[in-house]
């Protein structure tokens, strides 16, 4: 756990600056829970440790750490300050987000704007006399439990939808939807630990004069 105690003497020299004393094993598991851990067995048990200097994004889970850190008689605010500044400082180049809804919603604004701006849809806009391509995407891990259902694996999810153009009312009408199908996937490292965005489209088809393909039915 060279990481997590790396971090862990961190927080406790900022707090201790504060006046507030802190044992080692508990910043350990105020840590753990920041990263999204039930204790701080399943951090150890976890890749996480291995993972912390791969990561591109923290997510911190703010619910569970504040919850720990009532449990333990502690200002969970304080720590979390004391964290994220011991995380930037040893990861530098790591994004930080307070929790994993901040998160999401820069990953799905990511993805929104990759959809838009890749080569395929991109075709098959320029053949619409719209303006303002925009696509609209639910991606299904808002759930935080989605997350905590860590299996060592990726995140991916199936895209299968619609990016839509404003019409120009003095222009001919060539239709003002385009069916995409892509795949969406974000590199993991652990709970709370995330990298590289990626999307892979499969398909991407306009809807002549609005009517839906059967390539896609």
């Not at 990481?3 to 080692?24: M, N, Y």
């Not at 080569?119 to 053949?127: I, T």
Request: proline share 2%; net charge negative.
């Amino acid at each position: 756990m060279t990481h997590l105690s790396a971090i862990a003497f961190a927080v406790r020299q900022a707090l201790s600056a504060k006046g507030i004393s802190l044992s080692t094993g508990h910043t350990q598991q105020l840590i753990a829970a920041a990263l999204g851990h039930n204790n701080l067995a399943s951090y150890q048990s976890s890749e996480d440790d291995t993972g912390l200097p791969e990561a591109a994004d923290i997510a911190l889970d703010s619910e569970r750490l504040q919850a720990r850190a009532t449990k333990l008689g502690y200002d969970g605010s304080a720590f979390a300050q004391a964290l994220t500044t011991a995380l930037q400082a040893c990861f530098p180049d790591a994004e930080l987000y307070d929790d994993h809804e901040a998160w999401l919603m820069d990953v799905q604004s990511h993805f929104e704007q990759a959809i838009i701006n890749d080569g395929a849809v991109n075709s098959e806009v320029a053949m619409t006399n719209g303006t303002f391509p925009q696509a609209d995407i639910d991606l299904p891990w808002w759930d935080a439990d989605a997350l905590d259902e860590h299996d060592g694996d990726d995140l991916s999810f199936d895209f299968d939808g619609l990016v839509t153009v404003d019409q120009d009312e003095d222009r001919v009408y060539w239709g003002h939807e385009i069916e995409v199908r892509a795949t969406l996937t974000v590199e993991r490292f652990g709970r709370r630990l995330f990298g590289r965005r990626r999307v892979d489209v499969e398909h991407a088809e306009l809807r002549w004069l609005g009517e839906p393909n059967e390539s896609l039915d």
